[in-house]
C-alpha cells in the first residue's frame, strides 16, 4: 500500500513569492492533515479536513496562508506571500478516520530567502 | 495551552541496555498517545500507539501509561545503534488533534 505522497520534496523561494505545496493521502483514509515542523520542535498542526470540509483551521495563518482539498482526496496547501520565518518543514498526513493514528509523508521542506 | 512536555536529551546509552524515554502531558481529557520516530531529515515514523493504562508491547518497544499521572513513557530493549533518533510524544483528545512534544533525542553507542 502506498504511503503518503508530497511534492516538491524541497522548495527554495525567495520572500514575497508565492509557493504551493501537494498532498496525496494514503488511499481510503478520509481525514488529511496539514502540520508545520520547525528545527528541534514537534510538528504544529495547521488544518484537518474530514473529506473536503476543513474542520479545524484555528492554527493556520489565513492572511497568507490557504487551503483546499478539492473532491476529498488531494490536497494543496498555499503560502501567498511566503515570509523568512516560513522556512520550515511541511509535512501532510492521513488518517482513516477522525482520532484513528496518522501516518506522515515525507514532507516538503521550504527554505525562503 | 494543552502541553506535552519531553526531555530534549539527547539521552545515550550504550547497546543492547534498556532505553526510557518519557512523557507528561498537561490536558486531563488527553484519550490517545502515541510515540513517533523520527530520523533526521526524514518525517515522523509511528512506532507504537496506546489508549488504556498500563503497559503494551511490540516487539523490543514497551508503551507504559499512566493517566492519573498523566505520564506515558516508551521502553526500547536491546537498543541498537539504528535506533538513534528523536522520539516523538503524540497526545490526542476528543478534538482529534494531535499535541505532540519536542522530542528526546536518543543516541545508542557501539
Known amino acids: 500500500e502506498a504511503g503518503v505522497v508530497q511534492s516538491p520534496r524541497y522548495k527554495i523561494i525567495e520572500k514575497k513569492q508565492p509557493v504551493a505545496f501537494w498532498c496525496n493521502p494514503i488511499s481510503g483514509h478520509n481525514t488529511l492533515y496539514w502540520y508545520l515542523q520547525n528545527l528541534g520542535q514537534g510538528p504544529e498542526l495547521l488544518i484537518r479536513?474530514?473529506?473536503?470540509?476543513?474542520?479545524?483551521d484555528s492554527q493556520l495563518p489565513k492572511d497568507r496562508f490557504s487551503a483546499e482539498r478539492l473532491k476529498g482526496v488531494d490536497s494543496t496547501l498555499k503560502i501567498q506571500p511566503a515570509e523568512l520565518g516560513d522556512s520550515a518543514v511541511y509535512l501532510c498526513?492521513?488518517?482513516?478516520?477522525?482520532?484513528?493514528?496518522?501516518?506522515f509523508g515525507p514532507g516538503t521542506r521550504l527554505t525562503v530567502l | 495551552q494543552k502541553e506535552v512536555e519531553q526531555n530534549s536529551g539527547p539521552l545515550s546509552v550504550p547497546e543492547g541496555a534498556i532505553a526510557s524515554l518519557n512523557c507528561t502531558y498537561s490536558?486531563?481529557?488527553?484519550?490517545?498517545f502515541f510515540w513517533y520516530r523520527q530520523y533526521s531529515g526524514k518525517s515522523p515514523e509511528l512506532i507504537m500507539f496506546?489508549?488504556?493504562?498500563g503497559d503494551k508491547e511490540d516487539g523490543r518497544f514497551t508503551a507504559q501509561l499512566n493517566k492519573a499521572s498523566q505520564y506515558v513513557s516508551l521502553l526500547i530493549r536491546d537498543s541498537q545503534p539504528s535506533d538513534s533518533a528523536t522520539y516523538l510524544c503524540?497526545?490526542?483528545?476528543?478534538?482529534?488533534?494531535?499535541?505532540f512534544g519536542k522530542g528526546t533525542s536518543l543516541l545508542v553507542t557501539p
Open positions: 498526513a492521513s488518517s482513516l478516520a477522525p482520532g484513528d493514528t496518522q501516518y
Open positions: 479536513y474530514e473529506n473536503e470540509e476543513a474542520v479545524d
Open positions: 503524540a497526545v490526542g483528545n476528543s478534538g482529534y488533534a494531535l499535541n
Open positions: 490536558d486531563r481529557g488527553s484519550q490517545s
Open positions: 496506546i489508549y488504556s493504562n
